[in-house]
C-alpha cells in the first residue's frame, strides 16, 4: 500500500465535500449552482479511485484535469459577479500524483518505510478485529496475546523469546502486583515456568527486555489501570553494574529497566489518552510507558522514552510531554516498538548499536510530517507578500480579493502604517480594524522608472458597479505621491517611465 496516497485521496475527498458545503452555506448559492454540481462529480470521481483501491491508481491525470475544471469555471463565474469565490481544489490532487511517484531519495524512502508499517497496522488491526468473534472475554485476551506474541517473535527473531504472561520478580522476594501480558526475553533468559507446562511464567528482572500490557479495547481506565500495573514491576538496581552502557548521558535521562509498553487493537480517542497520562505523570512519579500503541488510531510517546525514540519535537524531554501520531504515521509506532526491542537487547548483549542508531535515523526521516495541510493550496496565500518594494514603500501585511483573478494588498511604510484614503487615520488601521479605511493595490503589479513608482490600485474594489481603476505614483526619493493631468492619463504601470522623463508633477504633502 501506498500510505501518504492513502491519506491524500482521503482528504481529497472530504476537502470537495467542504468546499461544495462552503458554497451552499453562501447567500449566493443559487449563482453557484454549476460551481456545486462540478465539486459533485469530482467528489463522485475521487469516491469511485478509493473504492476501486489506491494500489489501482496509477496516476490522477483525470482528477486533476476535473479539479483544474472546477477552479476554472470557480474563477470565471467569480469575476462576472465580482465576488470572491475561492475553490482551490487542484492542489490537492497534484499532491496525490507526486505521493503516487515517490522520488528515488531518502525522501522517497522514508515515504516507502510508513507505507510499510502502515500496512502492517492495518494487517494486524484486521486480525484483532477478527479475534472479536470470540464470544468468551477470557478467549479473546488470550487471543489478542497470541496475535502480539506471534508478531513480535516473528519481527524480532531467535535471539528473544516472547513468553505470554507472568510474574517478574527481583531476588528479595519481591514481585510485579499484578500479571504482565506479554515479557520479551532473550532466548537463553532462566525463566521458571511453575508446573512445567510453558504457561504462565515467573521471569527474573534481570532477565527482561520489555514488559507489555494488551487490551482489546483500551479506554482511559485501561490505561490507568496498566500503567499502574507496569510501575509496580521491582527494580532492578544492579542495572549499570551489568550494563555501564546503560549510563545516562550528561544531564540525560535514566535508562528505563525494562522497557514498558501498553498496547490496544482500538481505543478511546488518542487526544483522551494523551490527556490520562499526563495526568498520570502530574499525580505520581515513576516510569512511563516507551510507548502507548493502538491500531486504530495511532501511538503516543514522550519525552520520557528511552533511545531509541524518535528525536521529534527535540523540545520534549520531560515524561508528561507527549506526543501523538496518527493517519500514515500510525504504523510507525510498530517501527518504533521492534526497534527499542532490537536496540536493548544489542546493549545486553554488548553488539554494535551502529545499525539501530541509523534505523532510528530513517525512522526520524519517515516521521517528518509536511509543515502544511495536504489540502493547503498556496493560489490565495498571501502569508509571504511583505517585503520591500522601493524606498520606503512595501508591500503590507494585510490583503484581500475583489474577485479570484484580483488579489489585491495594502501599500506600507516604514513607519508600520498602511497607505489609507485622505479621510481615514492611517494610526487607527490596526488590528482589529486594520482593513478599514486602507488603499488597496493589486499584488504582486508594480514598475519602478528611476525614483517613480507605479502601482495599480482599485477604489472601492468590491462593488460590483462601483469598483474602480487607477494608477498610483510615488517619489521615493521624496517619499511623496504625485497627483496631476498626467499621472491620471496612465493607464499601465509600465507608462510611469513617461513621468520619469518629463518635468516633476506636482507632489502630495
Known sequence: MNADAEAIIEQALRFVLDEQAKLLKRDDAAELKEIILTLNKLALKTQ??????????????????EARAVEQLADDLSEKIWRFTPVPVCSVYEKLDRALRPSEDKYGAAAELRSHYQGLRIRLLEQTLGARQLESNSDLGLEMERIWQQFLQRNLGPSVRVLTGGIISDYQGNTSKHQIDLIVVPAEAHVTFPGD??????????????????????????????????????????????????????????????????????????????????KAVAEQAGPVPELVVTLDSGFLYSGGSCWPRPRFPGNYTEPDQVMTQTGPYSGLGLAWLITQHQGRLAVIQRRAVGPIQRQAESLDMAMLTQSTPYTHSMKFDSMFRMREIAGNFKWGSTSTHAHNRLPLNTIEKTNGRPLCLPEYNPEKAVYPDHAKGVRWFRYPAYVIAGNLLALEEWLEPKELTAHKRRIAVFDTRLDQELIGPEVDALEQVDQVSRLAQAPPSPVTT
Do not use: C, F
Request: no cysteine.
Open 48 to 65: 469511485a479511485a478509493i473504492a476501486n483501491g489506491i494500489s489501482r491508481l496509477k496516476n490522477v491525470e483525470q482528477l486533476i484535469k
Open 197 to 278: 507446562s510453558d504457561g504462565k511464567a515467573h521471569v527474573p528482572i534481570d532477565q527482561v527486555i520489555s514488559a507489555i500490557m494488551i487490551k482489546s479495547t483500551l479506554k482511559g481506565a485501561d490505561l490507568r489501570d496498566d500503567w499502574e500495573a507496569l510501575r509496580d514491576i521491582p527494580s532492578y538496581p544492579q542495572m549499570l553494574d551489568d550494563h555501564p552502557s546503560l549510563a545516562p548521558p550528561k544531564k540525560g535521562r535514566p535508562h528505563a529497566w525494562p522497557l514498558r509498553y501498553i498496547i490496544g487493537s482500538q481505543s478511546d480517542p488518542i487526544e483522551s489518552l494523551k490527556a490520562i497520562w499526563e
